[in-house]
């Protein structure tokens, strides 16, 4: 992800990544610790809170239990009659008209326990459309004695909150009652007689709790021992649902924890993981203790930390602000500081393309980038003085190459080249090969009729190569040719030619030289041999015969005098003369092709009516000898095949 | 089968002259729950209507057994237990079952075992036990006399809050109502341990419908369309529980009983499982069954002769499936 991207991003994204990193641990760190504090103090507003609501119920049903307690008292003090019975209810009601929770009261016996008569006796007295009312209930369809308010506080033999209930026979309403028994002596024994209880209306109770309120979105709730909901948001869970079941039915192990505890008498401060509203929240609960029943209030959790997180909220997007004005400053400075280096970029791309003239800045300064971008422009000079040197070098050569090319053909052109030179006679046929090593190059030679009977041919080797030999050569194959003339034996024209070089040769150039003159009629050869390779003279019969015969140095250097041989051709044979190109030629071993080669390859291709063939058979020996070695020396060859005097005369 | 009968009831149903619906009313044995529900549905969805009858369902607090009115036409029909319908027939009463639903017993002792240190059934000896009121302390209070153990019984309608307040060691439960209400009340279900009749050799069955002998004489297609039209509203009741629940949350409304989702759809399933007809069983009440249960109430002190059971159970319907599509 890195390689590709600029110097500049790469510092950016490192600085910003290191400050984002320690900007957020910082952050989660400090709202860790804030949260602990802020859930610490809510803790406490909210047990402040609840144990305050808690107590109020606890005043509440202890006033109610007094009432009944008394009641329970006064039956035990004597024998009551009915009319006893109904005025203390009626003065309880009266009594307690300031307690409006207070729903009513009444006396019950146990079965055929008041007197022998009566199966049933109860009074009941309760509110009534601002009147008090006072009934006698009891009967087949009210048979009391099974209902919990009843039978708890005779089995448990204490006084007891009963679970809130439906009331259908004496209220009609959904109320907690507070139930005490009492007794008479029978045969000296305490037997349970009756109960006398207080009815609170539940209306009331879910008043009394509902108005303690923290936040907006928090309540309370309030549950029995059994768990059974008492106040709630939801009215569809109020005394309809238990804490386990909504637990059961949300699948909710927290919550299932939390109601255990409460029925079990415990205060605590727990984080739930949904309340009604499906919210995130806390809930606090405590136990009333009167009854035992368990007040909870439950904080959703963003009103909790709605200011920490309103603060969080300020100081994320400080940071954030500070990472946004970091970011400019860290991509300000970045970019001036890599400005150089990107305009040094973008120039080494632009002489990549071939353009040197570029705009390079000027760098004042001593830092590093400076002293680049000052190498820079150093180089930029040079690199236009050696490229343009370099033009001028390469126009100059491309000139003399083509110069020299021109210079080529003149030389060809002052070579017999034409194949077969003199078909009119019939006495021999000539043929010629040269291979220059360069585009020019120093061995030359000849032939040309002299007169009617007499054919004059020469082989030279300039010594050198390229212009200067060839420009000794041109001077050479035009001089021979005004000096040989008929009547001159070749030792005198070679004499002759070698002065002539020699005068104004002041760079004492030399050309091994061989000359000879034949004459067609009688076969008779005169040769002058200046220091050239000797020639072989082949017969049909396969003998290779070296004529050796050396008369003198190489021309142009001195005024030698040259001699002159004579030998007879017989018909059918060939003269093969050649220039040391042949012999010398080097393969890729420095191996000479030599002139045991030569000798070899020339005895088995002698085609006396074809010297061509000769000629191209030891051209292709020596390239394949060569093998693509470089030529060093010009490759010469001139064969010459006599056949004998002409038949028709 | 099941078309031939609805078409020959509709058919009926017209000759009675189109739109007129014969009134009865049907008393169930206890505060209304999950434990009535296909009665409910049945009335509700109109399965009764449909077969003709316009059923009221009256509520009767369960001092008495509500069998005991039938004779006197107080009223037309009534669920309760088999043991209460026995021993109300062995008393003369002349009541016949036309259709027995439950097929298996839900009764048991229930203990937190920890709490009480109660491990097997004779550690109940000397404790104190709550047991339901009225006929409904028969099966329970037989139960322990023959076991030979000696308890404290004490009759209350619901003994869960007299248990949460340490009044009593052990209560009596029905599988479907008092054991889940333990533990929507608190109590670990882990803790609890079950003494169920049904383990301990009285596999007694329970909820069955009956009415007078004279009914059944004088009415029998009336008890037919009455048992019918239950059978389908039981089907109705297990197939659409979520709707089931809606209608029973109306009925408890009516007497202001609290009402727990969670517990009465755990009650309506557990009456699903119990009138599961058991793989093998011919009839749904056999002559072994009563046997069964009237030794349990003889040695309970509280039948003395053995009914006849042909004349006791007389279904109007052979046979039908609940839990099951056929």
């Known amino acids: ?649 | 089968m099941r078309f031939i009968t609805t078409l020959f009831v509709l058919l009926y149903a017209m000759m009675l002259g189109g739109g007129e619906l014969t009134k009865v009313t049907f008393c169930p044995q206890w505060y209304p729950q999950a434990q009535f529900a296909g009665y409910y549905v049945a009335k509700k969805s109109g399965l009764y209507a449909k077969y003709g009858l316009e059923v009221d369902i009256k509520f009767n607090p369960p001092q008495r057994s509500v069998v005991e009115s039938l004779p006197q036409g107080k009223a037309d029909f009534a669920s309760d237990f088999l043991a209460t319908g026995l021993t109300l027939r062995a008393k003369g009463l002349k009541i016949v079952n036309i259709c027995q639903l439950s097929q298996q017993s839900a009764l048991a002792i229930a203990v937190e075992k920890e709490k009480s240190g109660i491990k097997k059934l004779s550690d109940l000896e000397g404790r104190r036990i709550a047991i339901f009121p009225s006929y409904f302390k028969m099966e329970p209070e037989s139960f322990l006399k023959l076991k030979g153990i000696k308890a404290d019984l004490v009759p209350v309608a619901s003994g869960i809050e007299l248990y949460i307040w340490n009044g009593v060691d052990a209560l009596t439960v029905m599988y479907y109502n008092e054991y889940n209400m333990m533990i929507e009340s608190g109590i670990n279900k882990k803790d609890i341990k079950l003494f169920y009749l049904k383990d301990n050799g009285y596999n007694i069955p329970e909820d069955g419908i009956y009415c007078s002998e004279r009914m059944l004489k004088e009415k029998p297609e009336v008890c037919r369309r009455f048992v019918l039209a239950t059978l389908e509203g039981w089907k109705e009741a297990f197939k659409h529980k979520e709707k089931t629940l809606k209608i029973v949350k109306q009925y408890m409304d009516m007497e202001h009983l609290p009402y727990s989702e969670t517990h009465q759809g755990w009650m309506l399933n557990a009456m699903e499982k119990l009138f599961k007809k058991p793989s093998g069983q011919q009839q749904r009440l056999t002559a072994d069954q009563c046997d069964l249960t009237f030794n349990l109430l003889n040695k309970g002190g509280f039948i003395e002769k053995k009914p006849e059971f042909s004349k006791f159970y007389q279904p109007v319907v052979k046979e039908y499936n609940l839990t099951e599509d056929k």
């Open chain 1, 1 to 649: 992800m890195f390689k590709n991207r600029s110097l500049a991003f790469r510092q950016c994204f490192f600085i910003l990544l290191f400050v984002l990193v320690f900007c957020a641990i910082i952050i989660l760190f400090i709202t860790d610790r804030f949260y602990d504090l802020v859930l610490r103090d809510v803790e406490k507003a909210a047990a402040s809170m609840t144990e305050a609501t808690a107590n109020k119920l606890d005043q509440t049903f202890q006033v109610a239990a007094r009432v009944a307690s008394q009641n329970a008292l006064m039956m035990e003090s004597g024998n009551p009659s009915e009319k006893d019975i109904q005025n203390i209810l009626r003065k309880t009601m009266e009594s307690i008209s300031d307690h409006p929770e207070i729903y009513g009261v009444c006396i019950a016996f146990d079965e055929r326990a008041y007197n022998d008569k009566d199966q049933y006796m109860m009074y009941y007295a309760y509110r009534n459309r601002g009147n008090v009312k006072l009934d006698k209930v009891g009967s087949r369809d009210y048979h009391y004695f099974y209902y919990n308010w009843f039978s708890m506080p005779k089995i448990l033999n204490r006084a007891i909150w009963v679970e809130p209930y439906y009331d259908k026979g004496a209220g009609d309403i959904v109320m907690t009652t507070y139930s005490v028994p009492f007794y008479r002596k029978v045969d000296g024994k305490k037997v349970f007689w009756g109960v006398a209880t207080v009815d609170l209306s539940l209306a009331w109770l879910q008043k009394i709790v509902r108005k303690t309120q923290m936040y907006k979105q928090d309540y309370a709730c309030l549950i029995s021992k059994t768990g059974r909901f008492i106040t709630h948001p939801d009215v569809e869970l109020v005394m309809n649902q238990t804490i386990f079941g909504m637990a059961k039915q949300t699948k909710n192990k927290t919550l299932e924890n939390v109601g255990r505890n409460m029925v079990d008498g415990k205060s605590g401060f727990s984080p739930i993981a949904r309340n009604v509203y499906g919210e995130k929240s806390w809930i606090y609960y405590t136990p009333v203790e009167s009854n035992e029943w368990s007040l909870a209030m439950v904080f959703p959790e963003k009103e909790l930390f709605a200011q920490l997180n309103r603060i969080t909220w300020y100081v994320l997007g400080m940071a954030v602000l500070g990472m946004i004005g970091l970011l400019l400053i860290v991509i300000g400075i970045t970019f001036r500081v890599t400005k150089p280096l990107r305009q040094l970029t973008e120039l080494t791309r632009d002489f990549g393309h071939g353009n040197f003239e570029a705009e390079i800045p000027d760098f004042d300064g001593n830092d590093e980038i400076s002293t680049l971008g000052k190498a820079f422009k150093k180089t930029q000079k040079e690199l236009i003085e050696h490229i343009a040197n370099l033009k001028a070098t390469t126009a100059a050569k491309e000139r003399i190459e083509s110069e020299l090319n021109i210079a080529k053909g003149i030389q060809e052109g002052i070579l017999p080249r034409i194949f077969p030179p003199f078909p009119e006679f019939e006495e021999f046929d000539i043929s010629s090969s040269l291979e220059p090593a360069k585009a020019v190059g120093g061995d030359l030679y000849d032939y040309f009729m002299l007169d009617r009977d007499h054919l004059c041919f020469v082989i030279g080797d300039v010594s050198g190569k390229g212009i200067p030999a060839s420009l000794f050569m041109a001077i050479t194959q035009t001089l021979q040719r005004t000096i040989a003339r008929i009547g001159n034996t070749p030792g005198e024209i070679v004499t002759r030619l070698s002065r002539a070089l020699h005068q104004n040769n002041e760079t004492y150039m030399f050309v091994t030289y061989f000359l000879g003159v034949l004459n067609l009629q009688t076969g008779r050869l005169h040769f002058t041999n200046a220091g050239h390779n000797p020639p072989f003279m082949l017969k049909g019969d396969e003998t290779v015969e070296k004529i050796d015969t050396l008369h003198g140095p190489p021309i142009a250097i001195s005024d030698h005098e040259y001699g002159t041989k004579t030998i007879e051709l017989e018909r059918g044979t060939m003269f093969f003369m050649y220039t040391d190109g042949v012999t010398e030629a080097m393969d890729r071993g420095n191996n000479e092709f030599s002139e045991a080669r030569l000798t070899a390859v020339l005895a088995e291709n002698i085609y006396i009516d074809s010297p061509e063939k000769t000629v191209a058979a030891v051209r292709g020996a020596v390239k394949e000898f060569t093998a693509g070695y470089e030529q060093s020396d010009d490759i010469t060859m001139l064969v010459l095949s006599y056949f004998g005097p002409s038949e028709k005369k």
